[in-house]
């Protein structure tokens, strides 16, 4: 690799009028900001989601609370959860995959920057016409709502006879055009990834957070198509006379149910794989280490992403499967734990031997690894098809979610965040608030879902608006409701930080953390078009080998 | 030490709320108000808590183990302030600890999916003995209708059922229906959930143990109001359940002193939607009234049968139950007092 690539300055940008600064911005095609875009978005219905989700948890507080009405609690977790995996969580790991991909490849922008823009776009509109809903739900018959079937929208609930009106169709419709724009973006990763890598950047020497998102968007492309299917099926019944899941007209419920969790199940793979690939990158440069077992990393990645195809109806345990269907998916879902425990193996030994600096990405880091861990072991609680039958649509269901997205994927977020916002903005994330949010949001989050595992157990459904006092669910409640509103304050912290950081953060420079990928070896922010002499690579941490010209990593590989 | 603070509190945290978890199941051990899974009354419930608890053992046996790899190493490989800004040793990886941890956890897993196989199917596939009662439960929005098609029985919301000795094994075979949406029939002390899917009919069963009242309630998101489909199951000795039977066989009684209030039933739309055996009320929208008095709730157990609730219930569902698909009926005063009158004499 050339050394004269690191030491370009980003070139000069002379202040503009706002209205320029703005059309710039919607106008763009740069990876990075569209990245950005992304990111400001997911953030945006990341406030809105939350707050539903403190909605729900004060009507639970107590027995019988009268906090808002059960069709209002209804949309709220319908909201909540569409809200949260399609307009958050995936347009966050989009934002990351589309703003990092490029620069640790060493290309200068996407495969196709026009296709990139018209995706976020899709994403982004797709997320205000769910919103719109609460204006223009109900169509004739009110003054609108939003949709209040479910996120998961379980036929015949989303049929016309029981969902009138136009609020389900909102959502139908909000789904069908951010899943085209998830469509494009996963084309798009693919795309870049194989055909753009710079020199020397052979698909074994790629970082593994650009191997994990190129199974992720691989996913992406197998695990939405069924779910656009669906949905335009569902229109189809609703609006063209078709029986695909109209039961009354002898349609099917339970295809329904597999369509929705073709897509559903590699979901939480798609979301969790990027996550995976945070953890790749951040926990070697905290621990002064390589990656332990690189290629067994790349082979469980992958692994995962096949086996995930064929676990999708252990979400579906308790709708009378035959004995063999429920053994057959035990045995899929927990082998899907071998690969996932290398991992987890893999990660502790990155930092075996090593000197673990305890910067807030690496504290949020191990917060993953922990959380993680106590995920995938309810997980195989629950892929025990008997144990499923008590456990599944209660609150420890709820619980194991929650702790794989929150304790998992947005643990793993703010790693990313606090390690790459220095990238993107070219200031640091104050540590100080960065620990008060860390210590604050653990805190919260054990108090919630730690909490929220046992009413479960003690036979407390899901999706109740309401529940009847003397079954031991009432203090168990108001203890999740008190972590939910300190996750709150944290998540007010970290927005702080965010804010008040791009204006006073200290300067970044080029390479805060002493990192070994190619996006720190370009300006911070990097310049448009990336990288001013395309670099060349001889190893998996060109950077190291740029550090240590003595005991370079292209001598062992 | 932060971090190791941070592990210290998380384990306090852990054992904590696993004394939380005894504390919870104890006070409900023995009443009716228990819906904890791991107070088993009959045979699936029982195979699924012993697999849970060896599920418990075994996934908390791993957990410890990592857990304990993971605070090793973060502890140990702590950076420090002596390391002088020094590199580590860069180490690659290791074949044989990568195979290591691969096998392990296999050999894990074959051993879990065993386990379980086995219990999936002694209940799954257990035949159905001569002496089992059949019964039909049948999910409406937001209720439950029972259906006894061998002893001519029709009741709702809650289930009446012998309680099975293994002397005379009398176990209870449901057969799982729905009129609308998806329900899902949950009595967490008796069996695991089953879903009561619309064209896909399921089949479950359960064997008491015990006698004794055991609640539950619909677990599958089935509309508005989802959390008030409650449901009773009530495990009957031999002889109560026979007694239960003869008179729930039996026409509705005839009481001179209500006929104002049957009237008043019979000229609404009351009668479109209820039976009331043996006379012209036929609906069959909402539950079969001809007994109601024998049922401690109405409402699918949203409130107990008592003459107040009858009348606010009668007055205006959605009181007690918004969302519920029973209209309010804007009877005047004296029709209203006519027709709970009329309700109170069905036993």
């Known amino acids: ?557 | 030490m932060k971090s190791s603070l941070c592990y210290s509190w998380r384990i306090a945290l852990l054992i904590f709320w696993s004394a939380r978890l005894l504390w919870a199941v104890e006070p409900g051990g023995s009443t009716a108000q228990n819906t904890s899974i791991f107070s088993p009354a009959s045979t699936p419930a029982k195979s699924i808590a012993d697999l849970s608890v060896f599920v418990l053992v075994v996934t908390g046996i791993i957990f410890l183990a990592v857990f304990a790899l993971l605070l090793y190493s973060v502890v140990r490989f702590r950076g420090r302030a002596m390391d002088g800004g020094r590199e580590p040793a860069q180490v690659y990886g290791s074949m044989q600890i990568e195979l290591a941890w691969t096998i392990i956890p296999t050999l894990i897993v074959v051993v879990l999916f065993l386990a379980t196989a086995r219990v999936i199917h002694a209940i799954q596939d257990a035949p159905e003995p001569a002496g089992a009662l059949d019964v039909i439960a049948i999910g409406h929005q937001f209720w439950w209708e029972f259906r006894y098609p061998k002893l001519g029985i029709v009741t709702a919301n809650e289930l009446h059922i012998p309680v099975s000795v293994s002397a005379h094994p009398t176990p209870t075979f449901l057969q799982l229906l729905s009129v609308d949406t998806d329900h899902s029939f949950w009595v967490p002390q008796l069996a695991g959930k089953t879903d009561l899917i619309p064209n896909h009919p399921n089949r479950m069963w359960m064997d008491p143990q015990r006698t004794g009242v055991f609640l539950g309630q619909c677990a599958q998101y089935c509309g508005t109001q989802h959390a008030k489909m409650l449901l009773r199951v009530s495990v009957d000795g031999p002889e109560d359940f026979a007694s239960w039977v003869h008179a729930q066989q039996k026409l509705a009684v005839e009481d001179a002193a209500a006929i104002a209030g049957r009237r008043v039933f019979e000229r609404n739309a009351c009668m479109n939607c209820h039976v009331v055996a043996g006379t012209r009320a036929d609906g069959r929208f909402g539950p079969d009234l001809t007994h109601l008095m024998s049922r401690a709730t109405i409402a699918a157990g949203a409130a107990e049968n008592t003459h107040k609730n009858l009348r606010l219930w009668i007055q205006d569902p959605s009181v007690i139950k918004p969302g519920s698909l029973m209209p309010a009926m804007k009877l005047s005063d004296a029709d209203l007092d006519a027709v709970v009158s009329y309700m109170e004499t069905l036993r």
Not at chain 1, 497 to 507: E, M, R
């Open chain 1, 1 to 557: 690799m050339s050394s004269n690539a690191i030491t370009i300055p980003g070139a000069q940008i002379e202040a503009r009028p706002w209205v320029d600064e703005l059309h710039l911005w919607l106008t763009t095609v740069d990876h990075k900001r569209l990245g950005i875009l992304y990111i400001l978005s997911a953030l945006l219905f990341l406030l809105i989601g939350g707050v539903e989700a403190l909605i729900i948890r004060i009507q639970l507080m107590h027995s019988h609370n009268n906090f808002v009405s059960p069709e209002v609690f209804n949309r709220m977790f319908t909201m909540h959860g569409t809200t949260m995996i399609f307009f958050v969580a995936m347009p966050v790991l989009f934002g990351f995959a589309n703003y990092l991909a490029p620069l640790m490849i060493g290309a200068r922008d996407m495969a196709f920057p026009r296709l990139n823009a018209f995706s976020f776009w899709l994403s982004f509109l797709g997320g205000l016409l769910l919103y719109f809903s609460f204006l223009g739900g109900s169509g004739l018959y009110g003054a609108g709502s939003a949709p209040d079937v479910g996120w998961w929208s379980y036929a015949p609930l989303g049929a016309r006879a029981f969902s009138p009106g136009h609020s389900s169709d909102y959502w139908t419709l909000a789904l069908l055009v951010s899943g085209f724009g998830s469509i494009g973006t996963a084309i798009n990763i693919i795309a870049t990834i194989l055909c753009l890598r710079c020199p020397g950047m052979k698909i074994n020497r790629m970082p593994l957070l650009v191997w994990m998102n190129l199974v992720m968007a691989g996913m992406v492309l197998l695990a939405i198509t069924p779910l656009s299917a669906a949905q335009i099926m569902l229109l189809i019944d609703r609006y063209l006379g078709g029986h695909f899941f109209d039961t009354q007209a002898g349609g099917s419920a339970v295809l329904w149910m597999h369509f929705f969790w073709i897509f559903g199940h590699p979901e939480v793979y798609v979301l969790i794989i990027p996550c995976f690939a945070f953890m790749s990158e951040i926990i070697p440069v905290f621990s002064r280490k390589p990656i332990f077992g690189y290629p067994v990393m790349v082979a469980a990645t992958v692994c995962i992403g096949f086996v995930s195809m064929s676990v999708w109806a252990h979400h579906m345990f308790t709708i009378g499967m035959n004995s063999y269907a429920n053994s057959f998916f035990t045995l899929t879902t927990m082998a899907v734990g071998v690969p996932t425990g290398i991992k987890i193996f893999n990660w502790i030994g990155t930092m075996w031997g090593g000197r673990i600096q305890f910067k807030t990405p690496m504290l949020f880091s191990i917060g993953f690894l922990f959380q993680f861990l106590i995920a995938g072991l309810t997980g195989i609680m629950m892929a025990a098809s008997p144990f499923d039958w008590q456990l599944s649509l209660s609150y420890f269901v709820v619980a194991h979610f929650h702790y794989v997205i929150v304790g998992g994927i947005l643990f793993a977020l703010f790693a990313a965040f606090y390690y790459w916002y220095p990238k993107m903005t070219g200031r640091m994330l104050s540590e100080r608030l960065g620990k008060c949010h860390f210590w604050l949001f653990l805190i919260g989050f054990h108090l919630t879902f730690d909490v929220m595992h046992i009413p479960g157990v003690l036979g407390m459904p899901r999706r109740i608006y309401t529940y009847e006092p003397g079954r031991g669910w009432d203090t168990l409640n108001l203890i999740v409701t008190i972590g939910a509103f300190i996750q709150a304050l944290a998540i007010l912290v970290f927005l702080a930080n965010l804010v008040i950081s791009y204006f006073k953060g200290a300067q970044a420079g080029n390479d805060p953390w002493d990192a070994w990928t190619l996006e720190w070896s370009i300006g911070s922010p990097p310049p448009v078009y990336n990288f001013a002499t395309v670099p060349t690579v001889a190893s998996r941490r060109p950077l190291w080998d740029l550090k240590h010209p003595e005991d370079p990593d292209s001598h062992y590989e």
